[in-house]
């Protein structure tokens, strides 16, 4: 009886520790969190003398465009400096998830577009990243900006072609890319490596219904399915029986389409933002009036990692990020080039086609977390098919 109640005591003990210790890295990040102090009311002045004390940003970010804002944040503010770690949104995730389990903290900042919805579903309530909105930006900020992330700029998946070629869209309804005359011509990145076609094969899908009623709009009759297929199924099925052209990014499915002097014939799915490659001689355009949508919408958020240690000069980046409290700042010009959309109600971005104007599926990202499994393994099961 005594060794009992003796082992009964040990294991009351151990149990007692093992929740301090959990108790002690709760209160660890909570600690983080006050120190952090992500609902001040600081100004730039502030952060940047609290910066300089500080070490190197680190800033991890699937867009390029992100080398530019760091130059010119080291310009505006002598003495910071900035990392900016140019990554695939897979990759990101997983450098992002390894630096927060590890405790190590490796990162600053993160910004990507959540095409899996793991940052909304996953990263947000286990405390990986935090949203950190400057009080005197946040009123600028148009609705649904701020809400469960914070979000730059809006940007879509879409049908492009080249306006030397065609003198209009060459479709106007998606199940058109699955006839003979488009053969070979429809170029998109492989969703295995890219996030943003991962959504947009992932918006087919969810949206079949819509999708099985664009196909009785052209052809009169509803679409053959195979077992277990909706609508949305049966398209990216039978565009990839119509031989769409995989590459590795909508850099690549540029080329293809609007590469200068090409006078491509090709159509391309791809990201809005690839339409500031206009500036340089590539004669991309959009492809609106689509049946049943015309493209899926692409927010790009911003966020600060849970465990930053350069909270202060994080803070000020993404002040500059959004342009400063007037807007005018330069860090935010980047993301103001055509096919990105101000999400800013006193800032104008470049785009000559209004947001409003195109009819966008938003994308789900509760549905995205939760299918993000089925929609690479019918993916994979389409490619080993053609094979």
């Not at 910066?51 to 465009?65: G, M, Q």
């Not at 770690?85 to 590890?102: C, V």
């Not at 990243?129 to 940007?155: F, M």
């Amino acid at each position: 009886m005594k060794r009992m109640i003796g082992m009964l005591c040990a294991a009351l003990i151990l149990l007692s520790g093992c929740g301090q210790q959990s108790a002690g890295q709760e209160s660890a990040m909570a600690a983080w969190e006050r120190t952090a102090n992500l609902t001040a009311n600081e100004t730039p002045e502030e952060l940047y003398a609290a910066a300089l004390k500080e070490d190197t940003l680190i800033v991890y970010s699937t867009s390029t465009r992100m080398i530019e804002v760091a130059k010119t944040f080291e310009k505006q503010y002598p003495g910071l400096t900035v990392q900016v770690e140019d990554i695939r949104e897979g990759e990101l995730y997983d450098m992002l998830r390894q630096s927060h389990d590890s405790e190590a903290y490796l990162v600053d900042i993160v910004c990507s577009a959540d095409g899996r919805g793991i940052m909304t579903n996953e990263f947000l309530p286990q405390n990986v990243v935090y949203k950190y909105v400057p009080q005197d930006i946040a009123e600028a900020l148009l609705p649904g900006s701020n809400e469960e992330l914070l979000l730059l700029i809006k940007e879509a998946i879409v049908l492009c072609y080249n306006d030397e070629f065609y003198d209009a869209p060459p479709v106007s309804n998606w199940w058109e890319l699955t006839e003979e005359q488009w053969r070979g011509k429809v170029y998109m990145p492989n969703p295995v490596r890219s996030v943003t076609t991962s959504v947009f094969l992932a918006a087919f899908i969810q949206n079949g219904e819509a999708m099985a009623q664009a196909y009785q709009q052209r052809y009169g009759t509803v679409p053959a399915l195979c077992q277990g297929e909706n609508a949305g199924h049966a398209f990216i099925r039978m565009l990839m029986e119509n031989d769409v052209v995989i590459v590795n990014s909508s850099d690549e499915v540029s080329e293809a389409v609007a590469a200068p002097g090409s006078q491509s014939p090709n159509a391309g799915i791809m990201v809005t933002s690839k339409l500031r490659l206009r500036n340089i001689g590539y004669p991309l355009a959009l492809s609106m009036g689509m049946t049943p949508f015309d493209g899926i919408a692409s927010p790009v958020n911003i966020m600060m990692a849970g465990g930053a240690k350069n909270v202060n000069a994080a803070k000020l980046f993404i002040r500059w990020i959004y342009g400063e409290a007037d807007g005018r700042g330069d860090g935010y010009r980047p993301y103001l080039q055509s096919g990105a959309w101000s999400l800013r109600s006193d800032v104008k971005d470049e785009s000559p086609i209004p947001m409003g104007a195109l009819t966008l599926h938003e994308p789900d990202r509760l549905y995205l977390y939760t299918n993000k499994d089925h929609i690479f393994a019918f993916w994979e099961e389409l490619v080993q098919a053609r094979q």
